[in-house]
């Protein structure tokens, strides 16, 4: 497996405009979660789902986001509008069950809000 | 909710030397504590981890410590080497039915000196 993978890696944007994050998790993993690391707040959880449904979303900073998985192998985290205070390295993790326990982590999606 | 600290937020050792990074937790509900490592410009990996029927584990040059009754953990580190250098993530979660959460501490700068 290629493990978790993420796109884009960078994205640069201005003031405004819609984000569009996505994330394929690892075949397998029930469990699918969006973090958002900043120098400031270091790793935060943002919402998790479990079988494509949210279980927690008490993470998500505002209604200026959200996230949907259509299906097993999809995931996007959606900011609209965004702002400067968005700027940051946003993580997708999978991983199994339960009692299995490690978080698989994607390599991130560097976000720039100008 | 639950809530991690961990100190030092950064820490720099002679190599070959020792280092310790501590953790506490605030939720009594929580079984499961983790520790990531974070390279420059990578993503978290897990490198150790244990549960709550265990006081202490170790793999080679690294080992943790659990401490239920007082809620906190730690990583010791031994004979460091250049390559330890990294951001140092301990976590913790409660692996009961219904709840996944992975809440991470604030993270370790660990510097070896060369």
């Known amino acids: 497996d290629a493990g978790v993978i993420q796109s884009p890696r960078h994205e640069v944007t201005e003031m405004g405009q819609e984000v569009t994050l996505r994330c394929k998790p690892i075949?397998?993993?029930?469990?699918l979660f969006w973090y958002r690391q900043t120098m400031m707040r270091g790793l935060e959880l943002l919402i998790y789902f479990n079988n494509n449904v949210p279980i927690d979303d008490s993470g998500m900073p505002e209604d200026r986001f959200s996230a949907k998985m259509p299906n097993a192998s999809f995931s996007t985290l959606k900011i609209q509008p965004s702002e400067p205070r968005d700027s940051a390295v946003y993580f997708c993790a999978s991983s199994l069950p339960l009692a299995a326990g490690e978080l698989f982590f994607g390599e991130g999606s560097r976000l720039t809000v100008l | 909710g639950e809530n991690v600290e961990q100190h030092p937020s950064t820490l720099s050792v002679q190599e070959g030397d020792s280092a310790v990074i501590k953790c506490t937790y605030s939720?009594?509900?929580?079984?499961?504590f983790p520790w990531y490592k974070q390279e420059l410009g990578k993503r978290p990996q897990l490198i150790i981890d244990i549960r709550s029927n265990v006081g202490e584990k170790k793999d080679q040059r690294i080992a943790v410590t659990l401490n239920k009754t007082a809620k906190h953990f730690s990583l010791h580190i031994t004979e460091t080497q250049p390559e330890d250098s990294a951001v140092y993530f301990c976590a913790a979660r409660a692996t009961n039915f219904g709840n996944e959460k992975l809440t991470f501490g604030t993270g370790t700068r660990l510097t070896i000196i060369p």
């Open positions: 075949s397998g993993h029930d469990y």
């Open positions: 939720d009594s509900a929580s079984n499961y």
